[in-house]
């Protein structure tokens, strides 16, 4: 517990700090100028730039001191990685804060979801604070695990380290005042909102943000999120597995808009943690491509803080809370060493510190898809079929017509064009739903995908060359409670298991990444041209980022958000 009285006499150096790092290069972020100087620690509260005297001292040798980096917007369920397992992994990379969305496992489990990621990282070494969300299920035209209404909300946002309401990706029913959307609006007013609104513009963008939305992390033109910044929105720079906006988005970051600019990773796969790195992974990058050190830190440190109305990280100056990253090369973002709360957690690339368990029981046993069988096939129609068109680096899509191939009066994949079938399984209420289209984009040849993480109620998605490898997939999902795989002749070439709401592994990072860079090579063996395969896959059933996405429930127009027949020339279009 802080204690004033005595850091008012450590300050005026009438008692001795607790430690004190000497020594350092230290970044003001308040004027984006390193200064030479000491850091005194008491409670793990910085008391001031130096001390009379102090239980420990720390020698850092000119090497720079910056503040503990934060991730604007995660969802830690997308790392695949435990909470714990996570904290090991990132505080390496001098991550000392997440905002974490939980609304992956809160479309599979509910509120005892929510509960569970809450629980299992309060006691660890890296603080992670909870967006309450804001979309379970994301829309109708979708089949989840459970529904968050206005109520539980309310609930929710009393709740510890919840901050404030999750991405609003209902933009629709935001700015055409959904009765449901309008009340958990104003649950959260007052409270910081994310926003999720991929292409908005114009009145409706107005109307969004007049609705109470802050941030956006969608943006993928510069325009785009130029115009988001003029109306108001703090944008969120995310490079994650799938979606990497670094390139087009970093020329928005300048001085002036500083204090409006982060971070993110939103959605990150074992492997990129450990290729790339964390948040340190994006400043390395920003600086790489010319961005100032004093200007990019600042955007994943204070200004992140104060977007969430964290008042207390983000700085290294007296009251603030001492988590702090050594580095031992400022252009590189070499992390040396990492301190939360002033203690040692994390040196030379490794966690040092002893992490608590939990007992995650209660979110294992996740995939309940019945006894009905699995059917892919699809009746061939005249005409033209739409087809999701996978945009490279992106989790937006397109849509194409085309003429299926056909055998024997059923839709056949087509290898040579690279259309081939995909479907959503759901996996909750053993409905028996099966949603079926084609894509475009994947260049598979043979065998087939299939993951039980689809954003966002994460039913098990496949997309497969032949109905039988599907089949067989979607089994060995079945079959591990959740998971990863990747099939040929109806054998397993790799896989991933995800126990944990068919979400995360309960492994260590080496392992859940060593799996994940195996399933990537698997694909890559049956033709698959994709550099994240299964990021990729997984968003292909998110119907609120355009244009064309497929639920258990069918094929959905996004722009239209409704449901559209597979053959465009039938239905409600013929």
Known sequence: MRND?????????????????????????????????????????????????????????????IPGLIDAHMHIESTQLSPIELARAILPHG????????????????????????????D?????????????????????????GPREIEQILGWDRVLGLGEVMNYPGVINLDPDMVAKLRAARGRPIDGHAPGLTGPDLWAYVISGPQTDHECTTLAEAQEKLRAGMHILIREGTTARNLDALLPLLTPATA??????????HPET???????????????????????????????????????????????????LVVLSDL??????????????????????????TYNDQQVRRSVNVGSASLSF???????????????????????????????????????????????????????????????????????????????????????????????????????????QVVVRDGKVLAQLPLPLAGLMSDLALPEAAKMGEDLKKAATSLGCSLPSPFMTLSFLALPVIPVLKLTDRGLVNVDRFELVPLFAGGGEDG
Not at 259 to 268: K, S
Not at 275 to 289: F, K, L, S, Y
């Open 124 to 148: 660890l070494p890296i603080d992670v604070h909870v967006m309450a969300p804001s979309c379970v299920p994301a829309t109708h035209l979708e089949t989840s695990g459970a529904s968050i």
């Open 377 to 483: 096939t699809i009746p061939a129609q005249q005409g033209e079929a739409r087809v999701i068109d996978v945009a490279r680096d992106q989790v937006v899509t397109g849509e194409m017509h085309a003429v299926p191939r056909v055998k024997d009066e059923l839709v056949a994949s087509d290898t040579q064009r690279d259309i081939i079938k995909i479907a959503v399984v759901e996996r909750h209420h053993a409905t028996g739903n099966i949603g079926l289209g084609l894509v475009h984009g994947f260049s598979l040849k043979d065998g087939a995908l299939a993951s039980s993480v689809a954003h966002d109620s994460h039913n098990i998605i496949v997309v497969g060359a032949n109905d039988s490898d599907m089949e067989a997939a979607v089994r060995a999902i079945i079959e591990m409670d959740g998971g």
């Open 273 to 323: 943690l450990t290729q790339d790195g964390h948040i340190d992974g994006i400043i390395r990058e920003a600086i790489t491509r010319g961005v100032p050190p004093e200007l990019a830190i600042p955007s994943a440190t204070i200004h992140t803080a104060r977007a969430y109305g964290l008042t207390n990280i983000g700085a290294i100056a007296p009251g603030y809370r001492a988590n």
């Open 259 to 268: 204090p409006f600019v982060h971070f993110c990773t939103d959605d990150c």
């Open 331 to 356: 252009r590189s973002m070499h992390v040396d060493r990492v301190f939360t709360s002033g203690r040692l957690v994390a040196e030379k690339g490794r966690t040092i510190v002893d992490l608590p």
């Open 95 to 122: 991550t000392t804060t997440v905002i974490a969305d939980p609304h992956e496992i809160a479309n599979v489990l509910g509120l005892p979801g929510i509960r569970y990621m809450l629980e299992a990282s309060k």
């Open 5 to 65: 009285t005595r850091h008012v006499r450590i300050a005026r150096g009438l008692e001795p700090a607790d430690l004190l790092l000497e020594n350092a290069r230290i970044l003001d972020v308040f004027s984006g100028l390193f200064f030479e100087g000491n850091v005194a620690i008491c409670d793990g509260v910085i008391t001031g730039f130096g001390a009379a005297s102090a239980k420990e001292t720390i020698d850092l040798a000119g090497a720079w001191l």
